[in-house]
């Protein structure tokens, strides 16, 4: 065991300075634990993240000596404590599959005593509704669910595939009535033909599964079944299906004849097969894509379970690249954010038992027209934590900004634990927008964007002169110390929950937090009808040997109702007798004001 530790320390030390010379080095983040370490931990069943950054994985642990369904939720980046879904049910769990869509909305699907359970939590809500018996028996379930919410849910029972439909706000399904199946007579979603299910944008689930020897595929219109399923083929089995936004357009890849197969749903009828992987066979093949139809497929080579990765791109699937693997690995997993970017997971093995996990990293060039290459490899499990067990699961999912969370079992024994890893963007370009004008407080208030970051809350810290000066959690802040009168040079520096940074650019911050200087006289006949004179000298003052502002004008006031005069002299007759204020204002450019008042006495 020890020298398997220490073989898989010293990949990852090769592993992680390739990728340090990535466009964006410290992206990449080793797995820590979710659950464990545990000889209860029993397998890995799903995992799945929103648009949004939230979502959740699934796991069976046994309690007291029975398997049951626990729920890890990813909240702001990262994995909360986990809840165990089945509980007040007696039977053991198994095949936990979950879907996620924005606000945290998850629904939960498994098996329990040998029938089909399902439990939703809403969006924003503090807990999950009432668990909803499915079926009184069934296997293989599968789940996914729109970006609005609407889910489909799709198992097996007696040799019939089902499915059922829950609304886009509901906490319970509802069965499309009849089975999906072609022929009746024949066994349907059982082994290599068990069934997946994508749902579009629009509300629209397309099916896969095998039947008598076939992979077929059937859309599902709310709770109608299409009455054009498509044949896939003669000898086709491990089929997955990824959907884009519009429901007319879909990938599914699977095995077929030795090789890796891919075939494009266009309205109702799918394109030619397209071979993704024929050197050495294939086994359970994978596909991911977005929204806009950007995605990635994963394939295990049946000979040397080398990974292999094929990327989709302008409509095209591309043959599939080796990525690494080997050694009786599990098949790769892909995973696709919006923006296009993606990766492929995979174990990688090595002659003495050594097993870890890596990632392949795809960054996605909307204007290029050249296939994505993958990256250099990344460790994705920490050597510390034990080899790695992908037989007991792995897989990942993106969300819209180019986050990527990877889930797998690693350790043996007692050490056995659910472990999750990390490719997370760093926080989104911002800017400041406080003006860059002369400013006349010497705790300036200051306000900035937001950087775009969605898993977990950001760290603004504020620097003056390069010196920080404040740190917070909102998009302004008023300077807690004095800063000098004068010019300044001022950025925010944006951190998320793993270290990583983005900075505004630097901006001038012009204080000028002193008053002008004035002097003034009065001269003239202080009699009704008779001249009064006001002269007066004004400067800009800086508290410093700084520039200041500047002076921008002077007011001079003689207190009898008179329209002000603007300027430093200033002549006027009073039309009645008595005692007025004479008020002489100087304001500079940053909007200080400098007031003198005196009193004076008109006669008659």
Do not use: C
């Not at 099916?207 to 008598?212: L, M, N, P, T, Y």
């Not at 109608?224 to 007319?248: F, M």
């Not at 394109?271 to 050197?279: F, G, R």
């Amino acid at each position: 065991m020890a020298r398997r530790i220490a073989l898989l320390a010293a990949l990852a030390a090769l592993v992680l300075p390739a990728v340090a010379g990535a466009a964006t080095p410290s992206r990449f983040f080793a797995g820590t634990p979710v659950d464990g370490p545990s000889a209860d931990i029993q397998s890995l069943g799903d995992l799945d993240v929103a648009r949004d950054g939230t979502g959740a994985l699934a796991y069976v642990k046994r309690v007291a000596g029975v398997d049951h369904v626990f729920v890890s939720r990813l909240v702001d980046g990262a994995f909360q404590s986990p809840e165990q879904i089945d509980a007040g049910l007696a039977g053991a769990g198994s095949q936990p599959v979950v879907a996620a869509s924005d606000g945290g909305r998850l629904v939960v699907a498994y098996v329990s005593g040998g029938a089909i359970f399902a439990t939703v939590r809403p969006a924003g809500a503090p807990g999950y509704a009432a668990t909803q018996l499915i079926a009184d028996s069934g296997s293989n379930p599968a789940v996914d669910m729109s970006i609005n919410g609407v889910a489909y849910l799709t198992w097996s029972t007696a040799g019939d595939v089902l499915a059922a439909r829950m609304e886009r706000l509901g906490t319970t399904f509802n069965g499309v009535p009849g089975p999906l199946d072609i022929d009746p007579a024949a066994v349907a979603g059982t082994g290599t033909g068990r069934p997946k299910v994508t749902v579009a944008a629009d509300g629209v689930a397309t099916v896969v599964w095998g039947e008598g020897g076939h992979a077929y595929a059937r859309r599902i219109f709310e709770l109608r079944l299409s009455t054009a399923p498509q044949d896939l083929g003669a000898g086709a089995d491990e089929a997955d299906i990824s959907s884009e936004d519009d429901s007319s357009f879909a990938w599914t890849v699977f095995r077929q004849d030795g090789q890796t197969i891919a075939r494009r749903l266009v309205g109702s009828q799918f394109d030619n097969p397209v071979s993704l992987q024929a050197a050495e066979g294939s086994e359970a093949p994978r596909v991911a894509i977005n929204g806009r139809g950007v995605g990635y497929a994963g394939v295990a080579g049946a000979t040397s379970a080398s990974a292999y990765g094929a990327v989709l791109k302008d409509d095209l699937f591309n043959p599939g690249v080796a990525l690494g693997g080997g050694f009786a690995a599990p098949a790769p997993v892909p995973a696709v954010a919006e923006s296009g970017d993606g990766l492929v997971a995979f174990q990688q093995g090595d002659a003495s038992g050594g097993r870890s996990i890596l990632g392949r990293p795809y960054d996605y060039v909307p204007a290029s027209r050249t296939v994505t290459q993958p990256g250099p490899p990344a460790a994705l499990s920490n050597p510390v934590l034990g080899l790695t067990d992908a037989s007991r699961g792995l897989d990942a999912a993106a969300d819209r900004a180019g986050d990527i969370a990877i889930a797998f079992v690693q350790g043996e024994g007692d050490g056995r634990q659910i472990v999750a890893a990390s490719l997370d963007r760093a926080p989104g370009a911002f800017r400041a927008s406080t003006s860059t004008k002369w400013r006349k407080f010497a705790r300036p208030p200051l306000k900035w964007g937001t950087a775009f970051e969605l898993w977990g809350p950001l760290t603004y810290q504020v620097l003056i002169d390069n010196k920080p000066v404040a740190q917070t959690t909102s998009t302004g802040v008023t300077v807690p110390v004095v800063v000098p009168d004068g010019m300044h040079r001022w950025r925010v520096v944006a951190t998320d929950i793993r270290g990583q940074t983005a900075s505004t650019p630097s901006r001038n911050l012009r204080v000028d937090a002193t008053p002008p200087k004035v002097t003034y006289k009065i001269s003239g006949t202080r009699k009704r009808g008779k001249l009064v004179k006001v002269a007066v000298q004004a400067s800009d003052a800086s508290g410093t040997a700084a520039k200041a502002s500047g002076l921008d004008h002077v007011n001079i006031s003689f207190g009898d109702g008179s329209r002000p005069i603007t300027g430093l002299r200033a002549i006027h007759r009073y039309g009645h007798s008595g005692k007025v204020t004479v008020r002489i204002s100087a304001v500079d450019k940053a909007g200080n004001v400098a007031a003198k008042t005196r009193q004076i006495t008109i006669r008659k």
